[in-house]
């Protein structure tokens, strides 16, 4: 090959057929794969594969959704369907559209070693994982959303590579011994011939976008992206987005997440931002987490007040410059002026059921009640929802983290990090095997479950929660403007109002175990209920009719400013007002 500026590398070859294999054979003597290979048939230290990437796309007519009406449903391909593919997949989308879903988030899909994998141990970014079906399978899963009128979402990995079958650094000056990440080196978007990295991983994102058609790129962990220079990555990753996006003809966003709660990421560039579309924030999450459990170990110490929960909802960050006692510094800044449809919230993902040792879903922690609670919390929120697979009708199996490398100091390795992670949680029992395949089987989700009462009621109570959210105007239109978010500590109850025009709406969560009495400035009018968790369409077992348990809330309430309530523990309910009284 012959070298050309900025240190790259070509030579043309004839007569090469779709299907040829092929290495790079390094001065040193060594043979690598492409780093930007598009298929590697035999795994992260096999050779690459040319392939015809040619599909006979059908969605012309696809102009994508704006950003407040994403509500996201987070799957990991391997264990989302029976066959672990991208085809399998695709035969559940018809009930992920039934229930209200607007938009399919993948997990990291970029070859990996072995076929067990959460997806951040990648190494070829540009290289459709081949146990998953390859890229054109890929194309047919994004083709299919689209034609059911669902946005895709891809999670991509900008921060660092995995450890196994990662050849980059022999190629070029991909890395940086200036900065540390808690996976190895740190990719170098800073340093002396940075420009070309930043090109291979901007290209890369345009890529998926532009061949595969993705409508949102969920950028993993951005606070492990080291860059101090004028123009940091993350705003020329964001500008080349959005420019693509405009000569594509549709909206394309990007939704970093990040430990740091900095609303810079969500701010334009002329205002001193990165300019991405949306963020995750992991506050909500905690927040809820930690009054349902009452779990205060790890970084669930900074939490477990209603005055948390409520300043997520009305904010967003919850800290945001205060004393955080679980990183013994302040932390945050403040997210008051960010648009709350920029901001992502979840009662679960695969980070936050996967990082538990034991890898307990919502479903194993708290009761039934407390999951109607959340799923509610959720999605009365003003903020744009995040469902991990399964969560709709409260599915058991964990989520653990699995691994299949063929390195057995590696093995080992990953297996004393896990033991490691969990210094700060309390936590009882063994750790799974990352490595063993009967832990990654468990992580499979058990849709036989739906034939149980108990979690085809939960669904039906998701499916009418999404309902409620998409057609009451107060809860569909996305903005802290028109929002009143207060949390009563003595009683462990949160008062929610949301409103739109002379539209309002309030909701009552009461995370107690028992009756509460408060006092709530409704204004004037005719409220008339909506939505009752005690109703008994939504028990498992219908009440006795002379317990005090029975007793729901009425079913309009007319207030002339203040009205007295009482709320049962463990219960939420949703008002509308009455209008043109």
Known sequence: MQPTERGYFQVDVAGLALGSLYLYCLDNGQQRPDPASRFQVEGVHGPSQIVDLHFDWQDQSWKGLPLQDYLIYELHVGTFADEGTFDDAVSHLDALKELGITAIELMPVAQFPGNRNWGYDGVYPYAVQNSYGGPLALKRLVQACHERGLAAILDVVYNHLGPEGNYLGEFGHYFTDRYRTPWGDAINFDGPHSDEVRRFFIENALYWITEFHFDALRLDAVHAIFDHSAWPFLAELSHAVHCRGEELNRPVYLIPESSLNDVRLIRPWAQGGYGCDAQWNDDFHHSLHALLTGERTGYYQDFGRMEHLAKSLNEGFVYTGQYSAYRQRRHGNSAREASSHRLVVCTQNHDQVGNRRLGERLSRLVSFEDLKLAAA????????????????????????????????????????????????????????????????????????????????????????????????????????????????????????????????????????????????????GLWTKVLDSEDPRWKLKAPVLDSPSANTLPRTIRSNGTVTLVLQGKALALFALKEDQ
Not at 414 to 423: C, D, N, S, T
Not at 469 to 475: A, D, I, N, W
């Open 377 to 524: 919390t959720l999605l009365l929120s003003p903020c744009i929802p995040l469902l991990f697979m399964g969560e709709e009708y409260g599915e058991t199996a964990p989520f653990l983290y699995f691994i299949s490398h063929s390195d057995p100091d590696l093995v080992e390795a990953v297996r004393r990090g896990r033991q490691m992670e969990f210094a700060a949680f309390a936590g009882q029992g063994e750790t799974p095997d990352p490595q063993g395949e009967t832990t990654f089987q468990r992580a499979k989700l058990n849709r036989g479950l739906l034939q149980e009462p108990k979690h085809r009621l939960l669904r039906k109570f998701y499916r009418e929660l999404v309902h409620l959210r998409k057609t009451l105007p107060p809860l569909s239109v996305l903005c802290k403007e028109n929002l009143e978010v207060v949390g009563f500590e003595e009683e462990k109850v949160l008062f929610l109002r949301r409103w739109q025009e002379a539209s309002q709406v309030f909701a009552i969560f009461s995370f107690g175990t028992r009756d509460s009495e408060l006092s709530l400035p409704l204004g004037t």
